[in-house]
């Protein structure tokens, strides 16, 4: 009986000190970013013509980047076997294919001042850093927000290698920073005002240390002054870190900052938009928040900013932009009440994400 006891508790320690198989360790801050870029991508397995590619380059980082890159035919192949997804898996393969080339092989960037690797093109510093985000795409494979295709992987390693992992730093932005509007929303009657929202674009300083522009104190003044007439139950402030490039100040939290401790407006009242980089993104990322308020699109929103800038809102020009640079109009413009306002009309088409933007899709 005793030999019996011991031997079943001698199993149950060789048991217990087993080597058990673990779960991958799990990147929070590389599943959001994943999720936000490229959603449709993370379930898709490394085909065989493109494995095969990857496994001549091993060891050669510039070689593997090129092979990481998707084919036309290779694209629309997983395109036609998901036609009900077909354009969102043809633009994020798109988007992807773009961060490998701007980040991995040294194409300039849509926006080279603020977009795009610090490194020289052609520089060793540029070849260090895109090994250092192959050994790093490598080190992450087992994880499950990069467990489909390698390019993927490689991709999301390039941004984080360069820190350039915008798109996921004010997740989950809702719950982060706007968790009072949202409240609020939920209470409103948007049919007594004017506007959904008073838009206060952000306008970035000339210098690293100053945290908000002189220009964007206007905006901010301009913003707070329709609030206080009643005409809109928000403020949406936009504006990501992006002028002058390597600044730490994000534009629509230093106007929030702003606009509570200098003019007195509820916390409530504001509704952060954190990513916006450029104008054509101002204004589409304004309507998806203005989406997540659950705010009728149908109505109008008022913008305030500078005179030169609402003059290339209301331009032709933009129209044109829009239609280069996100494929489709975020929203109309429905007239200009003065110099410094521009009425826009928000459409959902601007709820649709653009990787190809990997800073603020």
Known sequence: ????????????????????????????????????????????????????????????????????????????????????????????????????????????????????????????????????????????????????DYGLSLALALLDANDKDAAAAFEPLDERFNAAAMTKARETDWGRFRYLAIVALGVGPDDLATPLSARGKVNVRLAAERFAQGLAPFIIVSGSAVHPRGTRHVEALEMQRALIDRFGVPPAAIVVEPYARHTTTNLRNATRRLHALGAPLAQDVLVVSNVGHIDAIVSPAFVIRNQAELGYQPGTIAGRPSPNEAVFRPLAASLRIDPGDPLDP
């Open 1 to 148: 009986m005793v030999k019996t006891r011991a031997g079943a508790i001698g199993a149950l320690l060789l048991l217990l000190a087993a080597p058990v198989s673990a779960a991958p360790a799990r990147d929070a801050h590389l599943a959001t970013l994943s999720t936000r870029l490229f959603p449709h991508l993370r379930a898709l397995p490394t085909s065989p013509a493109r494995q095969r590619r990857l496994d001549a380059c091993v060891g050669r980082a510039p070689c593997l980047v090129e092979a990481a890159i998707w084919r036309d035919d290779e694209r629309e192949s997983v395109a036609r076997r998901m036609p009900s997804e077909a354009d969102a898996i043809r633009r994020e393969i798109d988007g992807l294919n773009e961060v490998l080339r701007v980040y991995g092989v040294g194409k300039l960037p849509r926006y080279p001042l603020v977009d795009g690797p610090d490194e020289a093109f052609g520089s060793a510093a540029l070849a260090a850093k895109v090994a250092d985000a192959v050994m790093l795409a490598d080190a992450q494979r087992d994880d499950p927000a990069v467990a489909g």
